[in-house]
């Protein structure tokens, strides 16, 4: 079922264009995509343009609507866990998931909301944080938080901005996996900026690569994440290999750019 299009998208900053007639998808319920790009490519701009966040022209369509036309609290209206998740509040973890999956929906808890809470905070594996505050959390205790505050609320689309880029290795691969299976037992559409190409081609089943404000290619991850593309969008040497167990991975041999005595930029100027 055809989920999120985005047609003719484009952002601007200060008269700047970060983002130029964007178009892809459909994406579909039960997948998986990674937004890919340099730093700076505009990652988190789309991602809050796809939440209906931001203005800017063209349109994003979930289920078939324009994504502003959706309710705050109607299941259709995207979530999104931004990168930069502060938490200075004083409610505890169970309040806070709870007061998520309460969003616009009056202030009355019966125990299956709480049950759902309870059960969230389990499989994210931070049951034992249910009583601390959010402000005595660590990063990846955050991270974990602010996913479970999102997926509580079982939207149809979720969007994430670099959702692993505080945890551990476990948790990193425990997240992902937990993503990719529940958007298929939900039906849902996930989408997750990433820098770790490792883990768009393990865990997503399309990309979508930004470069110069423009989407550079679309499509399966080993379709799309060629040598020659990566050179060019990321400046680096690569090579494909796969695993014992057949999995690809892709190993960075070097930077084109190594030796050139060039600084280091910020996504714009390459
Ligand atoms: N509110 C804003 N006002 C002005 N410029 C902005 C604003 N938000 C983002 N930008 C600019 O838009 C460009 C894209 O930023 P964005 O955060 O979308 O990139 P990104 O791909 O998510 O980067 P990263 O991988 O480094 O997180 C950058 O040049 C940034 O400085």
């Not at 997503?204 to 050179?231: I, K, M």
Request: a negative charge; hydrophobic letters at 45%.
């Amino acid at each position: 079922m055809e989920l999120l299009k985005v047609s003719g998208v484009s952002v601007a900053f200060d008269n700047r264009m970060i983002l130029q007639n964007l178009e892809f998808g459909p994406l579909y319920a039960g997948t998986v995509t990674a937004l890919l790009g340099s730093n700076a490519a505009g990652k988190s701009t789309l991602l809050r343009r796809m939440a209906g966040e931001l203005g800017g022209k063209g349109k994003v369509e979930v289920a078939g609507q324009v994504v502003e036309s959706w309710p705050v609290c109607h299941c259709n209206r995207p979530g999104h866990v931004p990168q930069d998740i502060s938490m200075r509040s004083s409610l505890r973890v169970f309040e806070a998931v709870l007061l998520a999956s309460k969003q616009g929906s009056g202030w009355v808890v019966d125990d299956e909301e709480m049950d759902a809470v309870t059960r969230m905070l389990q499989t994210l594996g931070i049951q034992a944080l249910a009583d601390r505050e959010l402000s005595a959390l660590s990063g990846g205790q955050r991270q974990l938080v602010s996913i479970a505050q999102a997926l509580v609320r079982e939207p149809r689309v979720l969007l994430l901005d670099e959702p692993t880029s505080a945890l551990d290795l476990q948790n990193q691969f425990e997240v992902l996996e937990l993503l990719c299976r529940l958007a298929r037992e939900r039906a849902m559409c996930v989408v997750l900026a990433v820098h770790d190409i490792n883990h768009a081609l393990r865990f997503t089943d399309h990309v979508v690569v930004l470069h110069q404000g423009r989407v550079e290619a679309a499509g399966p991850p080993l379709e799309v994440l060629t040598p020659a593309l990566l050179e060019k969008v990321y400046g680096v040497r690569t090579r494909l290999e796969h695993c014992s167990q057949g999995e690809p991975f892709l190993v960075v041999e070097q930077s084109v750019r190594a030796g050139e005595a060039q600084p280091v930029t910020m996504g714009e100027a390459r």
